[in-house]
């Protein structure tokens, strides 16, 4: 059972990132760099929905080190999402379409997860 302290920090990250979607799309000339905030907040949201953060992030630290990679499919994702939210941290010029579908794609999946773990469906909807 989660805690309502996570639980209200992962429904916060969720609508912070999707507002910031939202905000990319009607602000162009600032969009790579909010896009990137909704990531992260997407991340971060997932991070609350499934445990401490700080505890995920030292387990994928230990993970991305280990030469035997974990079989687990949750462990696989968040890593490939620290790598992506990483990867899109230090492009300079990102493309405006491709970046948008990814963070749609990823707030949904986080959408998904949050809803699933705080047993409350979003009130904001894509």
């Known amino acids: 059972m989660m805690d309502e302290y ?13 507002a910031e979607l939202q905000a ?3 602000v162009p000339y600032m969009s790579s760099s909010l896009v990137l905030e909704s990531i992260r907040k997407a991340r971060n949201a ?7 953060p700080a505890f995920i992030e030292i387990l994928l630290r230990e993970e991305a080190e280990n030469n035997n990679p974990s079989n687990d499919s949750i462990l696989r994702f968040l890593i490939e999402l620290e790598a992506v939210v990483q ?15 990814q963070a749609d794609t990823l707030v949904l999946i986080a959408t998904d997860i ?13």
């Open 6 to 18: 996570r639980r209200g920090w992962a429904l916060r990250y969720l609508r912070e990132a999707k």
């Open 24 to 26: 990319a799309r009607t």
């Open 46 to 52: 997932i991070y609350y929905s499934l445990g401490e």
């Open 87 to 101: 990867q899109l941290g230090q492009l300079e010029e990102v493309n405006g379409e491709a970046i948008m579908n």
């Open 114 to 126: 949050v809803e699933t773990f705080t047993e409350e469906k979003s009130d904001i909807s894509k």
